[in-house]
């Protein structure tokens, strides 16, 4: 059973950072895209970054360009998103998701798998 597991949520102060993985089992990450997406309250899933597998090619949403650095590595069967100067409209739930082939842009359109979430809450 394929499963996509997040870590690294958390509380953390404005300007501070958090790093996100996404861990796969029973699937090797090597031929998908990862993506992240996350949803805050009373709003719609919003996309956030994604990576290709086969050439490593990043993309993401122009908001949070230059702040967060999407990154994989397929020997670990992982992907990570380091978020750094993070800013109270950060908050949601972070999800992964993996399509398989390259990135359609900095949003995965069609899902094969997703993670269940994790919490970043930025708050001072």
């Known amino acids: 059973q394929v499963q996509l597991v997040e870590s690294g949520g958390g509380l953390v102060q404005p300007g501070g950072s958090l790093r996100l993985s996404c861990a796969a089992s029973?699937?090797?990450?090597?031929?998908?895209?990862i993506g992240w997406f996350r949803q805050a309250p009373g709003k719609e899933r919003q996309g956030v970054s994604c990576?290709?597998?086969?050439?490593?090619?990043?993309y993401y949403t122009s908001s949070v360009k230059d702040r967060f650095t999407i990154s994989r590595d397929n020997a670990e069967n992982t992907g990570y998103l380091q978020m750094n100067s993070l800013k109270p409209e950060d908050t949601a739930v972070y999800y992964c998701?993996?399509?398989?082939?390259?990135?359609?842009?900095?949003?995965?359109?069609?899902?094969?798998?997703w993670g269940q979430g994790t919490q970043v809450t930025v708050s001072s």
């Open positions: 029973s699937l090797a990450l090597d031929n998908y895209a």
């Open positions: 990576i290709s597998g086969s050439d490593g090619s990043t």
């Open positions: 998701a993996v399509e398989f082939g390259v990135c359609p842009g900095y949003r995965i359109v069609r899902a094969d798998y």
